[in-house]
């Protein structure tokens, strides 16, 4: 179920199913790094204005999923450009991000109409001195069966477009959110065991 925050920007109401906390795991391989699991964090909120904050954590994880060292870390603000009302069924989706190794990227791409679902790719990049090479990619997020999976296609110089990267996330309830369906919940004394 998607549930729509009253004080989110009507602007980004087709992106509330975003909205929340989602960690899971993933697998990471491109050419020239190591290919390893990885667990990630992706925090999405809102302030009332007309984008939703995007932050990831991701980090190398052993044969036993337990957390090695940092993979990436990832911010950035998420925007609908175009067609707000949907009638053409094209949304636009702009994204600007950057990240710790230096990278900032500017994204530009589509919401599906009538599923959740973002396809975006890169327009600009720009790298500081000594990030590593990268010229460009595409991501695909979607909302299936309650959990938020997302690819992500990377280039460099010397290797073409190519998936690298993806991941299956799972939402994390708040405690509040919890009482809150607690309390739905008839008072039978059986319901709590269901």
Same mark, same amino acid.
């Given at each position: 179920m998607i549930e729509i925050p009253? %004080?989110?920007?009507?602007?980004?109401?087709? /992106?509330a199913f975003l909205l929340g906390t989602w960690e899971g795991a993933g697998v990471y391989d491109f050419p020239g790094a190591e290919k390893c699991n990885f667990g990630q964090e992706i925090v999405i909120r809102h302030d009332g204005r007309p984008f939703l904050e995007f932050r990831s954590r991701t980090w190398v994880l052993d044969s036993e999923g337990e957390k090695v060292r940092p993979l990436e870390n990832e911010h950035a603000f998420w925007r609908i450009t175009s067609n707000h009302d949907g009638t053409s069924g094209v949304r636009g989706i702009e994204i600007s991000s950057v990240r710790d %190794?230096?990278?900032v990227e500017i994204w530009y791409g589509e919401l599906a109409d009538g599923k959740p679902q973002v396809d975006v790719s890169t327009?600009?990049?720009?790298?500081?001195e000594g990030s590593p090479e990268y010229s460009g990619g595409k991501r695909l997020y979607g909302f299936v069966n309650g959990? /938020?999976?997302?690819?992500?296609?990377k280039a460099a110089p010397s290797v073409p477009l190519r998936p690298y990267m993806s991941a299956q996330l799972k939402k994390v309830l708040s405690p509040a959110q919890l009482i809150k369906d607690i309390n739905d919940l008839p008072d039978d004394g059986i319901a709590f065991f269901k």
């Open positions: 009253s %004080d989110l920007h009507r602007d980004v109401v087709p /992106l %190794d230096g990278t327009d600009a990049v720009a790298r500081i959990e /938020l999976l997302w690819v992500g296609e």
